[in-house]
């Protein structure tokens, strides 16, 4: 029987997110969970990292890049018009701490330039730390063309650097024309895939079942129309069960998302879930009062 000690732990984006971007309350009841032991992540989870969250934080640099835009101020103010709720959450919590901490005026035109050098800084940053922070698997089986596209960033020419590697990340037709998603879902894991599909058309959807069902709708579309439904779009949409999949045997998935629980136990693959940080916060807040 694997010790505590023994496990190996994997981390799903959303784990490997808050261990970078949450409370420091939060990070540290997840650390304490995994013993000073090394964490893993792989090439696709890096990906969604990129996705949902460093490319709006790239957007973001060029709308406040905007010639039209005088002040961080109203380049807050056009985001929250044009972005969904999640999207803007994550920009005004890193920005109200980012650059709060260099002191910088929301309302002031000199203190734009200063904010795009910082935010410069800090992408340029984040994404070695995604790279540096975590021991990668090696092992990405979808061969997902967007997980390497690289970020050069020269700090004399930031903007540039950001543009190409946001048009080369969003270049959706040529990454699925390298990738393998397609043979990933209907020839390596065609019968995990069917029974994902089954298990979702026996669950009542409520909302510890919802996000899992939604995955296994996307899977059976997939199967019924082949790999034409495989899209960067609609893998955005299966990202849980990609790296369920793709998580290697001999480790612990570590997750906060409920649709694991459904994901994991299907393919027989180890995985713990953690609360999320409110819950966490709430517990100790009840302990305390």
């Known amino acids: 029987m694997e010790t505590q000690d023994s496990v190996k732990h994997f981390l ?5 997110r808050s261990l970078l971007l949450s409370s420091q309350f939060y990070k540290q009841y997840l650390l304490s969970k995994f013993n000073d032991k090394p964490l893993y992540i792989s090439n696709y989870v890096i990906m969604e990292m990129k996705r949902s969250y460093l490319l709006n934080i790239i957007s973001f640099y060029f709308v406040l890049h905007l010639d ?13 018009n044009r972005f969904k709720q999640s999207e803007l959450k994550a920009i005004i919590q890193l920005t109200s701490q980012l650059f709060s901490t260099h002191r910088l005026d929301f309302s002031s ?8 050098k910082i935010l410069g800084i800090y992408i340029k940053r984040f994404e070695l ?7 990668n698997t090696g092992q990405d089986r979808t061969n997902c063309a967007r997980a390497v596209i690289p970020l050069k960033v020269e700090l004399n020419n930031i903007a540039e650097g950001l543009k190409k590697f ?9 990454c699925r024309g390298q990738c393998n998603i397609d043979k990933f879902l209907l020839e390596r894991c065609r019968s995990e895939v069917e029974t994902y599909i089954k298990q979702a058309s026996q669950l009542p959807k409520n909302n510890q079942t919802r996000g899992f069902i939604n995955i296994a709708n996307n899977l059976r579309e997939i199967l019924s129309q082949g790999g034409t439904a495989c899209s960067c779009k609609r893998c955005g949409q299966i990202g849980d069960a990609v790296i369920a999949l793709d998580t290697p045997a001999s480790m612990q998935l570590e997750h906060i998302d409920n649709s694991f629980d459904y994901l994991c136990p299907a393919i027989n693959q180890p995985h713990y879930k953690h609360p999320s940080e409110n819950q966490v916060v709430m517990d100790m807040e009840n302990v305390t009062s």
């Open 129 to 135: 730390l995604l790279r540096k922070k975590y021991d």
């Open 12 to 16: 799903d984006t959303s784990v490997a």
């Open 166 to 174: 946001a048009d080369d990340f969003s270049d959706v037709d040529n």
């Open 109 to 116: 035109y000199q203190d734009k330039e200063k904010a795009l």
């Open 68 to 80: 039209t835009i005088n002040n961080i101020g109203d380049a807050l103010a056009l985001w929250s």
